[in-house]
């Protein structure tokens, strides 16, 4: 089977690109796949994470004005799916472009949209936001299928091809952190949907009361530096910034609490990798990923979203009951099975060989 991905590109350091590299290279070296990445302006040199050396990527270049960029888009997507023949192609684009593409190119190909975010992302940005995400509830149905990764992501849409999938994880530990380094952690890109803000503000509370602790935060930080800047502000003592890790893992061992602080999530990755570390979390019960993957007071704690005081309150009871931490942590270690890639990419392949 031929699979083609169409995506803006895999050099980058978040979610998406993290799955893609996982699940692409798991088809191509245990399936025998055949898999094909198409991305724009040459945004596969120099990826961040690991992707099989079985795997053919392409580039299309995209650029002038926005009439300009779509026709030449159109074109490259076409002229490669009339050179290769793909069996399905795999659409991971959370703009409104990828949503047209079953519309406007000619294939036998079987079409799948991967959706890597939650619609309220969309609905955050004002007119345009809502305009687009009325145009994307429209497009979902032109799918073969529409695959989301969680029951909550389900709601949100209104097509009925709609599949859940959840995301695999990238690493599954034999040891577990020991829960006794007074470290927490948080792992995000710098953009105001991720929370650092109201996370930063919390904080300025827990330092204070609990001046031995500290923040470790990772992620891609802007280019205005707005957190580093608020942390500043606030004065805070016991935060330190750092640029994506590729070894995340060793990060999440060295900690005792994991946080989200999302304003929403398509699922919430770092969830499941600190919970494969044995890290108790805690985040806001956001749109529309960490309801379906924390048990609130059983592996982890959900707190109403953007509620700080209860998010505060959260992070002051598993500092001060140990106990609570550890069993927390083992429970969360056993429910991050479920997400092992074994498991996940049965039920790609599952869905590949029905289309």
Excluded at 208 to 236: C, M, N, R, S
Aim: charged share 25%.
């Amino acid at each position: 089977m031929k699979l083609l991905y169409i995506t803006n590109g895999i050099n980058g350091s978040g979610g998406l690109e993290r799955v893609l590299s996982i699940k692409a290279s798991y088809f191509a070296e245990q399936l025998g796949y055949e898999v094909h990445i198409l991305v724009l302006n040459n945004a596969h040199e120099n990826p961040f994470y690991d992707f099989s050396s079985k795997i053919k990527c392409h580039s299309i270049s995209v650029n002038g004005n926005p009439i300009s960029y779509f026709l030449k888009y159109k074109r490259g997507v076409q002229d490669l799916v009339n050179l290769l023949k793909p069996d399905v192609i795999l659409v991971c684009d959370d703009g409104l472009k990828g949503f047209f593409l079953p519309s406007l190119i000619t294939t036998k190909a079987k079409w799948i949209y991967e959706r890597h975010a939650s619609i309220e992302l969309n609905k955050q940005k004002g007119f345009l936001g809502r305009w687009s995400s009325r145009l994307m509830q429209m497009q979902a149905s032109k799918f073969d299928s529409f695959v989301v990764l969680t029951n909550a992501n389900r709601e949100e849409w209104r097509a009925k091809n709609v599949v859940v999938i959840p995301n695999p994880l990238s690493f599954y530990p034999k040891e577990s952190s020991d829960l006794q380094s007074k470290k927490m952690i948080a792992v995000g890109s710098h953009s105001y949907n991720k929370g650092f803000d109201t996370l930063l503000k919390i904080w300025k509370n827990i330092e204070q009361k609990y001046p031995d602790w500290q923040l470790h935060l990772f992620g891609k930080i802007d280019k205005d530096q707005t957190f580093v800047k608020l942390a500043e502000t606030l004065e805070l003592k016991n935060v330190q910034f750092h640029q994506p890790s590729k070894d995340i893992q060793a990060e999440y061992l060295k900690s005792s609490i994991m946080l989200l602080p999302s304003r929403s999530e398509g699922f919430g990755m770092v969830l499941i990798e600190a919970m494969a570390c044995g890290v108790p979390c805690i985040s806001f019960d956001c749109p529309s990923g960490p309801r379906d993957i924390i048990s609130d007071g059983v592996d982890g704690i959900l707190v109403e979203n953007q509620n700080a005081d209860a998010f505060q309150k959260a992070i002051e009871q598993l500092i001060s009951n140990e106990s609570l931490r550890f069993a927390m942590g083992s429970k969360a270690k056993e429910r991050a099975k479920a997400y092992l890639p074994m498991e996940i990419l049965k039920l790609w392949d599952n869905l590949f060989k029905i289309m």
